[in-house]
């Protein structure tokens, strides 16, 4: 097992694999930037390295400086955590380079799967559904329009390399697609560092279903179920949740099959979710994390397995044994993204936290990096804890999650927690009518 490991992220990641570090006997080596100096990530390490100033771009995503960190520790491997580094290509390489294991996929399937051109041409090789639309890099005006006028608009300009709900545009007609080609080019260029786009029918009520994946490095490969994450704000999530209750059992058993034969077609190793978006009784593949991501925690509530923990075993070479291949689900499990921000202006809402009281009970966990006195920090992502509970039924699962929204009080700054109040309490949400568009329609209302 790997001796000491260095957590390349900050905030409630960075606590969940220094806990799962513990759980192994592992040593912890935390980065930080100056403005995180005090964070909780920092505290609870068992060492610290200052990386860099407050911008990220000269700290948490400062490659020299984070493996100079790693060096200088004795670290043996490094944990990207997500977002940051964590599908970077270069930081895993060069860290494999540096001698220190990388805990997630090969360099060359972060790669493979971070250009969603080529991952798309994957899974259309495997048989397996995707939205119409280009299947290669759209090259010239003419191009596009043949596509959207083959496909019909509206239709959907994605980034090759793009992440994070941005770099997509929606196109309703010839004159618009005409006018906006350059400028979304121009814009994922700026984001991205590549001004590939591809095109695809926009689809205009669907729900988005992914599959955790967990495969060792012998070529095992299984599913952990699946997730839904149709309550989302600008193609983010802020709502999750296990299992889907809402597609029937037949069409879900596709679903799973197909993610674990795209991960095992590229002898993926590590955890890692395959998305896809669900319609009028058919899925479209839309893309691969290869990471673990922000939502694992519902998994690990309904499968009773450690997601962060197994994925560090796995990086040491450990196999999927018994215990995986008789995974039991059981009950259901959400997931709040509660974020420092204005609720009118929904901007982010840094400051000093205080009167912090976090809720508890039964099936109730709270994955954050906070204490009373903690500054949120303006300069990283508004995230600032995940409120996760289980129970034995979704209706049971609304209602202690409603309760648990009720008790959770962060002082000194503005937080989503009273729009979660109001969604869970809202029939449409309670009935499970959800499509991507959900959350539009319930703000509008
Ligand atoms: P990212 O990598 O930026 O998260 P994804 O491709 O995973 O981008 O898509 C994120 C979200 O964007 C989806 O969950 C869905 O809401 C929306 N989306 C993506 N492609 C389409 C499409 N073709 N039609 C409608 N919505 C889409």
Do not use: W
């Given at each position: ?210 599959v ?11 599913h952990?179920g699946e ?25 879900k058993s596709k679903i799973l099959q197909d993610a674990v ?185």
């Amino acid at each position: 097992m790997f001796k000491k490991i260095l957590i390349a992220n900050r905030g409630e990641i960075a606590l969940r694999v220094i806990r799962a570090c513990r759980q192994l006997g592992i040593k912890t080596v935390a980065i930080h930037s100056t403005a995180d100096r005090d964070s909780l990530h920092v505290k609870l390490a068992d060492e610290s390295v200052c990386v860099g100033p407050a911008p990220s771009s000269k700290s948490y995503l400062n490659i020299p400086s984070i493996l100079s960190a790693a060096e200088v520790t004795g670290s043996d491997a490094v944990h990207p955590g997500y977002g940051f580094l964590a599908e970077n290509y270069e930081f895993a390489k060069r860290t494999q380079e540096c001698g220190m294991k990388f805990i997630g996929p090969s360099p060359h399937n972060i790669e493979l799967m971070g250009d969603k051109i080529k991952a798309k041409q994957i899974v259309k090789d495997l048989g397996i559904p995707l939205i119409p639309g280009s299947y290669a890099k759209v090259k010239t005006e003419n191009d596009a329009l043949a596509i959207a006028s083959d496909i019909s608009f509206p239709v959907i300009l994605k980034a090759a390399l793009g992440g994070g709900g941005r770099g997509m545009r929606i196109i309703s007609h010839e004159s618009e697609l005409r006018k906006s080609l350059s400028l979304v080019r121009n814009e994922v260029l700026a984001h991205f560092g590549s001004s590939d786009i591809y095109i695809e029918k926009y689809l205009n009520k669907p729900r988005h279903i992914e599959v955790q994946i967990v495969a060792d490095q012998d070529g095992h490969v299984i599913h952990l179920g699946e997730r839904e994450c149709s309550v989302q704000r600008n193609y983010q999530k802020i709502l999750e949740e296990a299992p889907c209750s809402f597609i029937s059992d037949d069409m879900k058993s596709k679903i799973l099959q197909d993610a674990v034969k795209i991960a095992s077609s590229i002898n993926y190793q590590s955890v890692g979710t395959i998305e896809f978006l669900f319609q009028d009784d058919t899925y479209y593949f839309i893309e691969m994390n290869t990471r673990i991501q922000v939502e694992h925690p519902v998994t690990e509530m309904v499968t009773g397995i450690d997601l962060v923990k197994t994925q560090i075993q796995i990086a040491c070479g450990a196999k999927l044994n018994e215990s995986f291949s008789d995974v039991q689900f059981k009950g259901h499990a959400m997931e709040c993204r509660i974020n420092a921000e204005d609720p009118e202006t929904l901007m982010p809402y840094p400051g000093e936290i205080h009167d912090y009281h976090v809720p508890g009970g039964v099936g109730v966990r709270v994955d954050a990096a906070l204490y009373n006195g903690c500054e949120v920090q303006p300069f990283y992502d508004s995230l600032i804890a995940k409120l996760i509970v289980h129970g034995d039924n979704r209706n049971e699962v609304i209602n202690k999650m409603r309760n648990a929204l009720d008790e959770y009080v962060i002082g000194g700054i503005k937080t989503n927690i009273h729009l979660f109040r109001k969604i869970l309490k809202d029939p449409e949400f309670v009935q499970g009518n959800l499509n991507t568009s959900y959350l539009k329609r319930f703000l509008k209302v």
